[in-house]
Nanobody
């Protein structure tokens, strides 16, 4: 069974930093694109950043220059370094992964979410 375990959320003051991590484990044959989404209160879930298995990245305009997505393929882990945080970054952050499991099933997998709260 595949699992995505997210760590690193919490409460931080505006201007501060947090680092999220998401580790994939289980019967994974291939881990492809990984991404971070967020669901702000009262709004729709939105893409924050995405990284391919080769390391290409793209970001939401609202986080460009402040957030950095990276991955460690040896550890099946994706990170989101969040700097210069703003109150509008407050949301539940979800890890997402496209992967192929050991049964050769193509899966779009989600983590359980981690709360990030930025106080003004």
């Amino acid at each position: 069974q595949v699992q995505l375990v997210e760590l690193g959320g919490g409460l931080v003051q505006a201007g501060g930093s947090l680092r999220l991590s998401c580790a994939a484990s289980g019967r994974i044959l291939s881990l492809n694109d990984m991404a971070w989404y967020r669901h702000p209160p009262g709004k729709q879930r939105e893409l924050v950043a995405r990284i391919t298995s080769g390391g290409s990245t793209n970001y939401a305009d609202s986080v460009k220059g402040r957030f950095t997505i990276s991955r460690d393929n040896a550890k099946n882990t994706v990170y989101l370094q969040m700097n210069s945080l703003k109150p509008e970054d407050t949301a539940v952050y979800y890890c997402n992964a496209y992967l192929i499991d050991s049964d050769y099933r193509f899966l779009d997998f989600w983590g359980q979410g981690t709360q990030v709260t930025v106080s003004s």
